[in-house]
């Protein structure tokens, strides 16, 4: 059965831009057949019809770094800086994951993301038992990029895992999970950052992922102390010490770029390689400012995430934008990043950064149906005038009322259709008690 979006203010996001008020027509197949004018598109007796009505319908949102594995730790990590947020807190409490916690907090994150209009994220999962995430995107329906973290250097509280072993691991989960759920999931290689890793392992990661067409996706240069950390330890500035070991490229998604060098940044567009910008993390971790405008500039492709639960405390694409826009205005003026190309950054961007925007990213004809709905009945949207604007600056994330993905109803009115919210809230509280019993990280106060 088809289905009709009446009436919404479309966003499309396409080449031209094109916003108008009409309609879209999704096929049974889940993909957009038609969209034109209200009253343009002609559809069979029995066709299901979204009222969208004073609605504004865009793309589904594309977030390039995200963690699942870490949404049970949301305020488990209040005040550090990357160092002692990784050392002290989040990989001792990964380390503690067992299956099911680890399936809990997917299933938290995920929820969170959907409700909130992503269709499409690139998750960093963790050491042991991604497989969880990867299940439970598949229930969920949301369109994953995923893979297991590499770390063979260092203790790091407990996640660590010999070369052979981490690997052969990876290439079992891309096995079983690239292009499964209806092509929905793919595998995305990723070695944590180059100081949890051996050159050895990179360069294996980096040719396994080449060989079976798979993204690469690692952190870098997210702070100062890390950057003094990789010079030390290789002799190069980080990106450098990346590309020599394979990881540059269309195919690479590097989280944060927030300290460049000058021949870092031009590295960065002569290799097409992808920045994933994670404006909210940056800022709680005291981290900086990433220079994207100046990215842009120079034809970095560049995405944005929303990172980690603890280090956010959100998953909202909504704060990212709008925060991906604010950071630069004071240093950069006030023209500096406007709406139309931070909505641009979070659908077709994001998309494109994946290898994915001839399927998702836009609404256009032939597409994939990944379409979010937001109502406007709130004061916060009135008077409607920009609607881009208004996306971008001023809605919320509990303003989204109907999510499709891959033109499956996942969102209708707001709520989560075929899962309980309330048991997925009821498994995170459970699971953390759970974590936190078996982690034993010293200060961690009690959940309520
Ligand atoms: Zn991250």
Redesign the pocket.
């Known amino acids: 059965m088809g289905t009709l979006l009446e009436g919404g203010m479309i966003l499309t996001v396409d080449a031209a831009q094109r916003c108008f008020i009409g309609d879209i027509y999704v096929d049974d197949h889940g993909r957009i057949a038609a969209l034109g004018p209200t009253g343009s598109i002609a559809v069979a007796g029995g066709t299901r019809t979204i009222d969208a009505r004073g609605c504004i319908v865009c793309p589904g949102f594309v977030q390039v770094?995200v963690?699942l594995c870490q949404a049970l730790f949301r305020g488990s990590a209040e005040d550090r800086a990357l160092l002692p947020w990784l050392n002290e807190r989040i990989w001792p409490l990964e380390a503690a994951h067992s299956m099911s916690s680890l399936r809990a907090s997917a299933r938290l994150g995920l929820a969170e993301l959907m409700l909130g209009g992503t269709t499409t994220c690139l998750d960093?999962g963790t050491l042991r038992h991604t497989e969880a995430i990867f299940d439970a995107a598949a229930v969920a329906g949301m369109r994953l990029f995923c893979g297991k973290t590499h770390m063979d250097l260092g203790d790091n509280g407990g996640l660590y895992e010999p070369l052979d072993r981490s690997v052969q691991d990876a290439c079992d989960l891309a096995d079983r999970y690239h292009g499964a759920a209806q092509g929905r999931l793919h595998y995305a290689f990723a070695p944590r950052f180059i100081l949890s890793c051996s050159e050895a392992l990179i360069r294996r990661v980096a040719d396994e992922a080449r060989r079976r067409g798979c993204l690469l996706h690692t952190?870098s240069s997210e702070n100062p102390d890390e950057v003094t950390a990789v010079r030390a330890a290789t002799g190069k500035d980080n990106l450098f010490a990346l590309h020599d070991l394979g990881l540059s490229g269309k195919d690479v998604v590097l989280?944060h770029c927030v300290w460049l060098s000058e021949h870092e940044k031009e590295l960065l567009a002569r290799t097409n390689t992808v920045v994933a910008h994670?404006p909210s993390?940056n800022l709680k971790l005291a981290s900086g400012v990433a220079n994207i405008p100046e990215l842009r500039s120079r034809g970095v492709r560049v995405g944005i995430g929303a990172?980690?639960a603890p280090c956010n405390n959100r998953l909202s694409a909504f704060t990212e934008m709008r925060l991906a826009s604010l950071l630069q205005k004071p240093l950069h003026g006030a023209t500096a990043m406007p709406a139309t190309d931070v909505l641009r950054m979070m659908t077709m961007g994001g998309a494109e950064a994946l290898g994915i925007s001839h399927e998702v990213g836009s609404l256009e004809v032939g597409k994939q149906a990944d379409i979010v709905v937001i109502g406007t009945d709130r004061p916060h949207l009135r008077p409607r005038v920009d609607p881009t604007a208004m996306l971008v600056f001023a809605a919320e994330a509990a303003d989204v009322r109907h999510v499709m993905i891959g033109g499956q109803l996942r969102v209708r009115d707001g709520e989560l259709t075929g899962t309980s919210l309330h048991d997925i809230l009821s498994d995170a509280d459970a699971a953390l008690a759970e974590v936190w019993r078996r982690a034993a990280v010293p200060g961690l106060a009690s959940s309520w």
């Open positions: 770094h963690h960093m952190h989280a994670c993390t990172d980690g």
